[in-house]
C-alpha cells in the first residue's frame, strides 16, 4: 500500500496521516477565506497579510527582510507588494533607521481602514472553532503550541514566536514558567504570537 498521507486507504490505517491531511484542508479554508477578502478589496492576498502583520505587531518586525520570513517568501515578493501598496498610499516608508538602507513600514490612514475592512476575514472559523468544548480546545491547543515549537526547531517553520522558543521561558518540573511576567504559565496562558517574545540564543 501506498503510505503517502494523501492516500485514503492508508488514512484509515494511521491516524497521524488524518491530522496532516486534515491540517491540509484546514489551511485551504484560510486560501479561500483571504482570497474572498482579497477579491472584495482589490489588494492580493499577501498584500492583504503584510497590512494585518503591520498593524498588529511592533515596529521592528515591519521590514522587507522580516517579512520575507514571516510569510515565508522572497524578499523581492515582500518588495513588490510594498511598491503597490505605497503607490495605492495604504503605507508609509519610515527611513529614521540608522542604517539609511532600510526602512520600517508603518500605515497611513487608509492601510488602517483597509485592515478594519479585512483582519477579520478567519473569523468564520473562528466561530466555529469557539463551538467546542473548552476540554477539547485545551488539548488542541496544547498539541498545536508543540507542533509548532518543533516545526520551527527543525527549520521547516522559519519565524515563531511562541513561549517554548522564548528566552523568558523556562520549565520547572512539569509547570511552564514567564521569567519575564515571573509567573507559571497554565495551558491558556502560552502564547503563540507574544508581544514581548524574545528568541532564545542557544
Known amino acids: 500500500m501506498n503510505k503517502s498521507v494523501f492516500n485514503p486507504d492508508h488514512q484509515q490505517q494511521d491516524v497521524s496521516s488524518k491530522i496532516v491531511a486534515g491540517l491540509e484542508r484546514i ?3 484560510f486560501k479561500t477565506l ?3 477578502k482579497a477579491k472584495h478589496i482589490g489588494l492580493s492576498p499577501i498584500q ?3 497590512l ?6 511592533k515596529h521592528e518586525l515591519c521590514n522587507v527582510s522580516h517579512l520575507a520570513k514571516e510569510f515565508n517568501v522572497t524578499k523581492p ?3 513588490d507588494a510594498i511598491k503597490i501598496l505605497n503607490k495605492k498610499e495604504m503605507i508609509i516608508k519610515d527611513y529614521s533607521s540608522p542604517d539609511s538602507r ?3 513600514i508603518l500605515l497611513s490612514t487608509l492601510g488602517k481602514d483597509i485592515v478594519s475592512q479585512t483582519d477579520d476575514f478567519a ?3 473562528k466561530s466555529l472553532v469557539s463551538n467546542f468544548e473548552k476540554t477539547d480546545l485545551d488539548k488542541v491547543f496544547s498539541t498545536l503550541s508543540e507542533l509548532i515549537s518543533k516545526l520551527n526547531k527543525i527549520g521547516i517553520l522559519k519565524v515563531q514566536r511562541t513561549c517554548y522558543a522564548c528566552k523568558f521561558y523556562s520549565k520547572n ?5 514567564c521569567n519575564l511576567l515571573e509567573k507559571t504559565l497554565l495551558n491558556d496562558d502560552i502564547r503563540i504570537d507574544c508581544p514581548e517574545f524574545e528568541e532564545k540564543t542557544n
Not at 52 to 57: E, T, V
Not at 173 to 177: A, E, F, K, L, V
Open 173 to 177: 518540573n512539569d509547570s511552564n514558567y
Open 123 to 125: 473569523n468564520p472559523l
Open 52 to 57: 494585518i502583520f503591520i498593524a498588529y505587531h
Open 34 to 36: 483571504l482570497w474572498e
Open 27 to 29: 489551511s485551504e479554508v
Open 48 to 50: 492583504i497579510q503584510i
Open 102 to 104: 532600510s526602512y520600517t
Open 77 to 79: 515578493t515582500i518588495s
